[in-house]
Each structure stands twice: as C-alpha cells, then as structure tokens.
C-alpha cells in the first residue's frame, strides 16, 4: 500500500473517479493534501484518508437499488466529507465553524450547487454527536455546542434516507463504534422501512436546479 501511496497518481489509481467534477476535486492542491492526511488511530486505522474515502466507496457500491443520481450524490459526500481535517481546529473550547465538516462545505460550494450534498458534508457527523449527547447527557461534552437529534433531522429530515445511507457507508469502516449506527436506526425505524420500498410519509429524494 505504500508503493501505491507513493505513486504520482495514486488518488486517482485508489479512488477510481467516474465524473468530471471527480477528475477535477483531485487535481485540487487543497483537496490533495487532504487526502494524503492522518495517520493510523482509534476510528481510523488505515489512517490516511484517502484510504478511508476509498473503504465509504466500496460501501457505495454495495447499496442494492440505488439509483444513479443517488450513487452520484454519495461518491461526491464521499470524496469531501473528511478531506479537510488537516485544517481543523480541536482546540478547546471547540470553535465549530472550524469543524472539517463545515470547512469542506465551504470548500465545496464553489463545485456543487446541490444543496442535499453540501448539507450532507456539513453535517455528515452530526448523527454521532447526537448519539453522544443523549448518552452523556447535556453536559460540557462538546463545549456547550449540543448537537441533538432534534435540530440534525430539522436540517436533513427531507433527504434523510441519503443521509441514513452515507452515515452507514462512513460508520461502517476501520474499527468505528457500531452503537451510534444502531441507535439512529432505532430512532427512525421509517428509514428501513423507506429502502424496502415500504410507504413511511418521508419526503424522498430532491434534486436540486
């Protein structure tokens, strides 16, 4: 894997992009060395992210029934979501309009006008974080900024199945705690249902002009 890593096209050899906008966010210098940032840790231990956004991608492929766009919009969160850790900042108290999340966004805005996918990168992390605050409570677990259930289905409640599929594609990857997974199902028991083909009332997919 370090031979390939070492390779002048290797994003591109280990990422396989299938669109122009793909071929085009790995020519990107920022987006470049985001890619080749981390090291091994809990939660990540191939450690570069590259590698990480390359395991989200053969989950992808594994969704039965997703259709093209759907399949277009996730590869793209895919590609982004993390690639900005590189410039985030943990210091505490915890500045959040430094989270990677939030810093891909921004940086995607000048590609996509798909409001779902920006929303999705934004907030791809905030359905852990939920999980956190009701499991430790509303204490200082985040520097007073609670993330809940709540506010994140405000935001994604109209694409929430997109948003389901690529928090399950991200989670189950390197050696991630399943408990957070497995608690947002519970909470919205409809999100199965909605992939069997099973009526819930949910507003499905939009695209975006």
Same mark, same amino acid.
């Given at each position: 894997?370090?031979? !390939?890593?070492?390779?002048?096209?290797?994003?591109?050899?280990?990422?396989? &992009?299938?669109?122009?906008?793909?071929?085009?966010? !790995?020519?990107? &210098?920022?987006?470049?060395?985001?890619?080749? %940032?981390?090291?091994?840790?809990?939660?990540?231990?191939?450690?570069?992210?590259?590698?990480?956004?390359?395991?989200?991608?053969?989950?992808?492929?594994?969704?039965?029934?997703?259709?093209?766009?759907?399949?277009?919009?996730?590869?793209?969160?895919?590609?982004?979501?993390?690639?900005?850790?590189?410039?985030?900042?943990?210091?505490? &108290?915890?500045?959040?309009?430094?989270?990677?999340?939030?810093?891909?966004?921004?940086?995607?805005?000048?590609?996509?006008?798909?409001?779902?996918?920006?929303?999705?990168?934004?907030?791809?992390?905030?359905?852990?974080?939920? %999980?956190?605050?009701?499991?430790?409570?509303?204490?200082?677990?985040?520097?007073?900024?609670?993330?809940?259930?709540?506010?994140?289905?405000?935001?994604?409640?109209?694409?929430?199945?997109?948003?389901?599929?690529?928090?399950?594609?991200?989670?189950?990857?390197?050696?991630?705690?399943?408990?957070?997974?497995?608690?947002?199902?519970?909470?919205? &028991?409809?999100?199965?249902?909605?992939?069997?083909?099973?009526?819930?009332?949910?507003?499905?997919?939009?695209?975006?002009?």
């Amino acid at each position: 894997m370090k031979r !390939l890593l070492d390779h002048p096209n290797a994003l591109e050899l280990l990422l396989q &992009p299938e669109t122009p906008l793909e071929h085009r966010l !790995l020519q990107e &210098p920022a987006f470049r060395e985001g890619m080749f %940032w981390g090291e091994p840790r809990f939660g990540h231990p191939e450690g570069k992210v590259v590698l990480h956004v390359r395991e989200v991608l053969d989950n992808i492929n594994q969704i039965p029934r997703l259709s093209a766009a759907d399949r277009s919009r996730l590869r793209l969160i895919a590609y982004a979501h993390d690639t900005f850790k590189y410039c985030e900042d943990k210091r505490r &108290p915890r500045d959040w309009t430094r989270h990677h999340g939030v810093l891909a966004r921004r940086f995607m805005e000048a590609f996509t006008n798909d409001e779902i996918v920006l929303e999705i990168i934004e907030t791809h992390d905030d359905a852990y974080y939920a %999980w956190r605050t009701e499991r430790r409570g509303l204490q200082l677990d985040f520097d007073n900024e609670q993330k809940t259930l709540e506010d994140l289905l405000r935001r994604v409640g109209g694409f929430i199945h997109l948003y389901y599929l690529f928090f399950k594609c991200d989670t189950q990857t390197g050696d991630k705690n399943q408990a957070s997974l497995k608690w947002f199902e519970q909470k919205n &028991p409809e999100i199965e249902r909605r992939l069997l083909g099973e009526p819930t009332g949910i507003v499905g997919t939009q695209t975006c002009s």
